[in-house]
């Protein structure tokens, strides 16, 4: 049973370069979520999906865009990269979206 | 919007001492509350999870407590070791939502 993982653990990109983040769940839960995590700002929510089908942005939506694939995976995508991107970006999953929310490891993006 | 606080920020103390780490938010309208542990480098694991009907949630030296009406939650940690040592993240949703915003944590070291 791996939880949460995410690939890739690390990536550096150019300014203007186009990559996926991707993230799959085992434990067959409804939600699935992204966060990113900056020195001083905490974790605040980029896009979540309440269930297979659906996705909805949250805080810090502008620049990414996400594709729930199917029940486990959940990727993002940013399209155009920018050295404001530079963060670690963390997948999380949960059942019926009110029980416990469980990490992935991660995924440590340097833009230049 | 909902705003999570947790004092202190950061907090250094000897092996064994018991200590008190404090969140409190704004909107008392919640489903429920989390505490998490993120060790550096690493993602975030739940530690203990407290429903908005319950007063509080225990798990070996790990106690929390939920005060909804006063906006306040409290993790107490017994007897504190070395391994102890990591963030302690507090997330709380928004009324009528159920997910769920981050404090920016508490950095704990505890010396031997």
């Known amino acids: 049973n791996a939880g949460v993982t995410q690939t890739p653990k690390f990536q550096v990109l150019k300014t203007g370069q186009s990559m996926t983040l991707q993230c799959a769940q085992d434990?067959?839960?409804?939600?699935m979520y992204w966060y990113r995590q900056d020195p001083g700002m905490g974790l605040r929510l980029i896009y979540y999906?309440?269930?297979?089908?659906?996705?909805d942005k949250g805080e810090v939506p502008n620049g990414y865009n996400v594709s729930r694939l199917n029940k486990r995976e959940f990727s993002l995508r940013l399209e155009s990269a920018a050295p404001s991107q530079t963060s670690v970006y963390f997948c999380?999953?949960?059942?019926?979206?009110?029980?416990?929310?469980?990490f992935g490891p991660g995924t440590r993006l340097l833009v230049l | 919007k909902q705003e999570v606080t947790q004092i202190p920020a950061a907090l250094s103390v000897p092996e064994g001492e018991n200590l008190v780490l404090n969140c409190s938010f704004t909107?008392?309208?919640?489903?429920?509350l989390q505490w998490f542990r993120q060790d550096p480098g690493k993602g975030l694991t739940s530690l203990l999870l407290?429903?908005?009907?319950?007063r509080e949630q225990t798990s070996g030296r790990l106690n929390a407590s939920l005060d909804k009406s006063s906006g306040r939650s409290t993790l107490y940690i017994a007897a504190s070791q070395p391994g102890d040592s990591a963030t302690y993240l507090c997330?709380?949703?928004?009324?009528?939502?159920?997910?769920?915003?981050f404090g920016r944590g508490t950095s704990l070291i505890v010396h031997p």
């Open positions: 407290i429903q908005s009907s319950q």
């Open positions: 997330a709380v949703p928004s009324g009528g939502s159920y997910i769920p915003t």
């Open positions: 999906s309440a269930s297979e089908g659906t996705t």
């Open positions: 909107d008392s309208a919640i489903y429920n």
């Open positions: 999380a999953s949960s059942d019926r979206g009110r029980e416990t929310q469980y």
């Open positions: 434990m067959n839960h409804n939600s």
